[in-house]
């Protein structure tokens, strides 16, 4: 069974960095897509980025595209999110979350989830 845990969601001020963790196991990965998803209050899911684990190829929302860069760790089976420029618009809770082979965009095509990590940025 696949388990994903975040970690390093906090309160910080706008313009500030903030990295996301999300430790993945309970499967070899090396075919699967991993994503970073978030839900702001009030608001749907959102797609924010994704990455190939075997290949490392990314793809990334319009709307944190240069400010976000998705990355992995195979060594340690760690996914990361690493947000500069924090916006209080980014605030919200973000997710990983993991698939077979292909990027998606949409939750629904994401089997595999962790509980989430708060992201707050204060203006």
């Known amino acids: 069974q696949v388990q994903l845990v975040e970690s390093g969601g906090r309160l910080v001020q706008a313009g500030d960095s903030l990295r996301l963790s999300c430790a993945a196991s309970?499967?070899?990965?090396?075919?699967?897509?991993m994503a970073w998803f978030r839900q702001a209050p009030g608001k749907e899911r959102e797609f924010v980025a994704a990455?190939?684990?075997?290949?490392?190829?990314?793809y990334y929302a319009d709307s944190i595209k240069g400010r976000f860069t998705i990355s992995r760790d195979h060594a340690k089976n760690t996914l990361y999110l690493q947000m500069n420029s924090l916006k209080p618009e980014d605030t919200a809770v973000y997710s990983c979350?993991?698939?077979?082979?292909?990027?998606?965009?949409?939750?629904?095509?994401?089997?595999?989830w962790g509980q989430g990590t708060q992201v707050t940025v204060s203006s």
């Open positions: 990455i190939y684990w075997s290949g490392g190829g990314t």
């Open positions: 979350a993991a698939r077979g082979f292909g990027i998606h965009t949409t939750a629904p095509q994401y089997p595999y």
């Open positions: 309970g499967r070899t990965f090396s075919s699967y897509t």
